[in-house]
């Protein structure tokens, strides 16, 4: 069977070209749409590459999905979504990102019908074919027109960032790191490796995906709720030195009364034995 230079057979489903999309009518565009799968067969994707690959997709979803919401944003984020470009053969990339578009879930991409391309696209390479990241989807990225590309060598800890020059080169050209954080014009975010981990950046300061940031507030709170604790304890402390000083500041002040007194009746009693002595003298 014919394959294309990517792999994929004309076997797999296409979205029409944009000549013949445009001769549909609306109707026949929305059954276009419909019929279009939102999976990929096993030929076509690539296969699992563990926990490594993984996490990295998804920390990179959910920190950029979290900072949009945020900032309000209409940017929609996705991770292995099914893309269809008018003519091409369909891919899923890692992580991709759209702006200025509706946020809300969707099952595939296509583009004639969503109006615009993909905007932002991260591979996240574990093992495999190095060569289908950083070399042949550098090429078709840009012949699509996809304005910026990263490649996350996860394996190498290697970071790689691609950026069209104009609308009209559809070839890339690097993205040069500066202070080892590579610019996305796209995100309007910084990309680099900390701790062996792909993070985003604003303004040098590290966006958190949603679960770090929860356990570092966990952490957080587990400190103050400890600071709370031992503060309450050395309240405690100091509130039973003075309760035991006060007990002895009672009965030294008992004592003294009672010394007093002693001493008062010691000297009544001696006011007394000298009263009779002198009428024993007297008589």
Not at 50 to 63: Q, V
Not at 249 to 277: C, D, F, M, S, V
């Amino acid at each position: 069977m014919e394959r294309d230079a990517h792999g994929a057979d004309d076997a797999h489903p296409r979205a029409p070209t944009e000549a013949a999309w445009e001769a549909l009518t609306p109707a026949e565009r929305a059954d276009v749409v419909a019929s279009l799968p939102a999976s990929m067969t096993d030929a076509e994707a690539s296969p699992p590459e563990g926990d490594l690959h993984y996490d990295a997709k998804n920390d990179a979803r959910a920190t950029l999905r979290e900072w949009y919401r945020r900032l309000g944003r209409s940017v929609y984020v996705a991770a292995e979504l099914t893309t269809y470009y008018p003519g091409e053969a369909r891919f899923a990339p890692d992580v991709l990102a759209v702006r200025d578009v509706p946020v809300h879930d969707r099952m595939k991409w296509v583009v004639s019908a969503e109006g615009k391309g993909l905007d932002w696209v991260l591979e996240v390479h574990v093992g495999g074919d190095r060569r289908k990241d950083a070399e042949l989807n550098v090429a078709r990225y840009a012949r699509l027109g996809i304005p910026e590309y990263f490649i996350y060598d996860r394996a190498r800890q290697h970071l790689f960032g691609y950026r069209l020059t104009s609308r009209t080169v559809r070839s890339y050209a690097r993205i040069v790191p500066q202070g080892g954080l590579y610019p996305s014009e796209v995100l309007g975010l910084q990309l680099g490796i900390q701790d062996s981990r792909l993070r985003f950046f604003h303004a040098n300061a590290e966006l958190l995906p949603p679960q770090d940031l929860a356990d570092r507030l966990e952490r957080m709170l587990a400190e103050v709720s400890a600071e709370r604790d031992a503060e309450a304890e050395r309240a405690r402390t100091e509130a039973e030195r003075a309760r035991t000083e006060a007990e002895r500041a009672r009965t030294e002040a008992e004592r003294a009364r009672t010394e007093a007194e002693r001493a008062e009746r010691a000297e009544r009693e001696l006011a007394q034995l000298r009263e009779e002595l002198l009428k024993k003298q007297r008589t």
